[in-house]
């Protein structure tokens, strides 16, 4: 294989823009609203638990972890995977696979990586790309560029005693179609928003959507709705991720069109301005604190709520439609 190529492109949500950097390597280059698609990316998540990031809202539904998973899942080659327990051999390794022209990545847990979002604030582990080595140094992609410094790696890459790498010897391909691929992400999207929860004070899907909603409401700590703005605003944001959905749902009615693809991708353009809007209304209540605005708010956000129930319906109509 030839010689990675370095990626300078920053995307919306940092695990797309990971995958779509590892896969441009073999020419298997996808837009980031197709591969958040086809992996069911979207979904709804929301949490009172105080973490080190206040008050996370956001549009997907999974942790990296489980997002990473189904991507390997849809590969046809296997993704080989190297555990070390000493960090120079470990990093020697990953030197070696970019001097073979291997694409390695390691996980890494981002409270330690220096101008992440989450640095010192909240352990998030996200599979970066290794891109060059440059003597005490390694030049990684995770969102964007960023030096990892060899001599301060080892909280950022030891989880449980072991650093992973985990590569593709050849061009890995993928396992399905992509008309299977696409029905297999509105499948995982469909299973997001009905996801309902068994943790304490975390909440999922649509059920996630109404306890944010009654939190929403009753908050008047004006802070916590600017976080609220912050967290809707970000690549994973609601607004976001149903843009990505609605580009995507658009691209399935291109290649294979239906009335049921007409109505599901006009939904989610609905959805997707209905959640622009929202965003945009919580920042101007963080700071003109008008009770009324925060009801208009909460009215939208019941709209909003329907019309993502609806959006379940039609995504399962769509999927008969496309089998």
Not at 81 to 94: D, H, I, P, Q, V
Not at 220 to 231: C, G, H, K, L, T
Request: net charge negative.
């Amino acid at each position: 294989m030839e010689t990675q190529k370095e990626s300078e492109e920053k995307g919306d949500f940092c695990f797309l823009a990971n995958v779509k950097t590892f896969l441009s390597n073999f020419d298997m280059q996808q837009e980031e609203y197709w591969l958040g698609g086809m992996l069911g990316v979207m979904g709804f998540y929301f949490t009172t638990l105080k973490t080190g990031i206040p008050s996370v809202v956001n549009g997907r539904s999974d942790e990296f972890e489980g997002l990473y998973a189904h991507f390997v899942e849809y590969l046809k080659e296997p993704l080989v995977t190297e555990r070390f327990t000493g960090k120079e051999e470990a990093l020697a390794r990953a030197g070696a696979l970019l001097r073979a022209g291997m694409v390695p990545m390691m996980w890494m847990d981002e409270y330690y990586l220096p101008l992440a979002y989450n640095y010192g604030k909240n352990h998030l582990w996200v599979m970066a790309v290794i891109q060059k080595e440059i003597e005490a140094s390694f030049e990684i992609f995770n969102n964007e560029k960023r030096i990892m410094q060899k001599e301060k790696s080892e909280e950022l890459l030891f989880r449980d005693g072991v650093i992973e790498i985990q590569y593709a010897p050849s061009r890995p391909g993928w396992k399905y179609t992509e008309k299977e691929m696409a029905v297999k992400g509105l499948r995982q999207v469909v299973d997001n928003l009905r996801k309902t929860s068994s943790l304490e004070e975390q909440y999922f899907g649509i059920e996630g959507m109404r306890e944010y909603k009654k939190v929403f409401e009753a908050c008047r700590d004006f802070n916590v709705i600017y976080d609220y703005f912050y967290e809707m605003n970000r690549g994973g944001g609601l607004y976001k991720t149903r843009r990505n959905l609605h580009l995507f749902l658009q691209e399935l009615e291109k290649r294979w069109p239906s009335r049921e693809g007409q109505a599901c991708a006009s939904l989610y353009a609905e959805l997707e301005e209905k959640w622009t809007k929202i965003t945009n209304l919580t920042f101007k209540l963080s700071i003109s604190k008008d009770p009324g605005l925060q009801q208009r708010i909460g009215k939208r956000l019941e709209e909003a709520i329907l019309l993502e129930e609806q959006g379940i319906e039609q995504m399962e109509e769509l999927m008969k439609a496309l089998i």
